[in-house]
């Protein structure tokens, strides 16, 4: 297991397995806090986001958008290539998350647990 998880759930007193199970319910991905984040600092909405990404030739709307932000939907390889090369940052743009963002993530876990 990766050390940020160990990390997570010593500071939670969950057990690892908890922690993922929990997870896994609650959000289909991992990448969309990360492209709100990048989104909203660019200034873009998501109807603007979305336009851009038509044009580089994923059919994708402004209610998809708001799905891979809030966790509800899953986002493929081919989605994250796209949006990296729209937004111009590097793919793992959607995947680096500081110790902080990650306790604050899986905070929210931690307390449906309790």
């Known amino acids: 297991m990766s050390p ?3 990390i997570v759930a010593g ?3 969950v057990s690892q397995e908890a922690l993922f199970e929990n ?3 609650t959000s289909r991905n991992i990448c969309g806090e990360a ?3 990048l989104r909203i600092s660019m200034g873009l ?5 979305a336009i851009r990404c038509q044009l580089a030739g994923w059919d994708v709307d402004r209610k998809l958008l708001s799905k891979i932000e809030t966790g509800l939907r899953e986002i493929a390889d081919y989605e994250i290539r796209i ?3 729209v937004l111009d940052v590097s793919p793992n743009s959607f995947f680096s998350m500081t110790e902080d963002e990650l306790r604050y993530s899986f ?3 931690s307390d449906d647990m309790h």
């Open 4 to 6: 940020w998880v160990e």
């Open 11 to 13: 500071y939670f007193a």
């Open 23 to 25: 997870a896994l319910e």
């Open 35 to 37: 492209l709100k984040k």
């Open 45 to 49: 909405s998501q109807s603007q986001l």
């Open 83 to 85: 949006l990296s090369s």
């Open 107 to 109: 905070r929210i876990v």
